[in-house]
C-alpha cells in the first residue's frame, strides 16, 4: 500500500517533469450538451505545483467547453504506463496579451517554436490555466488509488503568474 506522502511525491516528480518537458496529458472536458471530450496537449506545470498551462487555438472545442462548463481533469502516465496521475481542477481561458507573453515563456523552446509557428499563420490562441484542486495518484497492476488535496501535492507558496 502507497502512503499519501509517497504519493504527493511521486505527483510532484511528475509535474517536475512536465515543467521541465512540455509533457503531453490527456486533457478532458465536456462539451455543453454533457458529452465527454479529450484531447492531447502538450503541458507544463507552475513552479509552484499549484496550476497546469498549455497553448491551443481560440476556435478550438476544448476552448468552447471550458467556457460553457471550467470543470476539467487531466491525465498523465509515466513512461512505463504503471503509474497514472489524474488531476481535477477548474480551467481559465487567457487572452490578455501580457499574460499569454508571461506564460508562454514557461514553455520549452522546442515547442513555444512549434507552436508560435503555427499560429503566426493567422490563428488567435489562449493560455489554458488549470487550477489543480486535486490529485489521484494510480497504479493499476497493484488496485492502487491515492486521492489527495491540491495543497498536498505543493512543495513551495502558491505564486500569482
Known amino acids: 500500500m502507497i502512503t499519501s506522502e509517497e504519493a504527493a511525491s511521486a ?51 476544448k476552448v468552447a467547453n471550458i467556457r460553457a462548463n471550467p470543470g476539467v481533469e487531466w491525465m498523465f502516465t509515466s513512461p512505463d504506463r504503471k503509474t497514472l ?37 493567422g490563428g488567435e490562441w489562449c493560455v489554458i490555466k488549470t487550477h489543480i484542486e486535486a490529485a489521484v495518484y494510480g497504479m493499476p497492476g497493484a488496485y492502487t488509488k491515492v486521492r489527495l488535496g491540491g495543497h498536498q501535492i505543493r512543495v513551495i507558496p502558491e505564486t500569482k503568474i
Open 85 to 121: 496521475v489524474y488531476f481535477e481542477g477548474t480551467a481559465e481561458i487567457i487572452l490578455d496579451e501580457e499574460m499569454k507573453h508571461r506564460y508562454i515563456q514557461m514553455v520549452p523552446d522546442e515547442s513555444r517554436g512549434f507552436f508560435m509557428r503555427y499560429y503566426r499563420a
Open 11 to 61: 505527483i510532484r516528480e511528475m509535474l517536475g517533469v512536465a515543467l521541465r518537458n512540455q509533457r503531453e496529458g490527456l486533457l478532458t472536458t465536456v462539451t455543453p450538451e454533457g458529452r465527454p471530450h479529450a484531447t492531447w496537449m502538450g503541458t507544463v506545470s507552475t513552479p509552484d505545483f499549484v496550476h497546469l498551462i498549455t497553448l491551443t487555438g481560440t476556435h478550438t472545442d
